[in-house]
């Protein structure tokens, strides 16, 4: 039998991505990821409800996320889902449910502003005219 666990997320960044490197030189990077629905209540009332994601970033996908990723940008994000336990301070059972992008089949693609350092100046027709165009078949 096949099985399956991907997970596709376009949403933005919630703040600048944490690095992190163990014992080994393997390196990661975690970052949260908002995704935001937004529809019209039986009222005609505008609603929204946003979700956030927990995204954790290993192997050659960790050097995209330092250079380009930043509080604010539009990222596709495609991983596998994972729920880890824990126990917290107090000593309490608890569980977070995460977003591992890592191997062959993870991807990191960063869609608009926020996106890039200051220092470094966006190529013409960068990835942001592409999610406008995008985005505007969604709405």
């Known amino acids: 039998m096949l099985n399956v666990n991907r997970v596709t997320l ?11 490197s163990n014992a080994g030189g393997d390196r990661a990077a975690r970052f949260s990821l908002a995704t935001t629905e937004r529809w019209k209540g039986r009222d005609g009332e ?7 994601h927990r995204i954790i970033v290993f192997g050659g996908n960790v050097g995209v996320v330092e250079r380009l990723v930043r509080k604010g940008a539009a ?12 126990t917290d301070r107090e000593d309490k059972p608890r569980q977070a449910t995460e977003i591992i992008v890592g191997g062959p089949q993870g991807m990191v693609n960063v869609l608009g502003p926020g996106a890039a350092r200051e220092s470094e100046e966006p190529a013409a027709g960068t990835a942001a005219a592409r999610l406008d165009a995008v985005t505007a078949d969604w709405a």
Do not use: Q
């Not at 376009?10 to 992190?20: A, F, I, S, Y």
């Not at 596709?76 to 824990?86: F, S």
């Open 10 to 20: 376009l949403g933005h960044v919630g703040r600048d991505p944490e690095l992190h």
């Open 46 to 52: 505008a609603r929204e409800r946003t979700e956030w």
């Open 75 to 86: 990222v596709l994000v495609e991983g596998r889902l994972t729920v880890r336990e824990y």
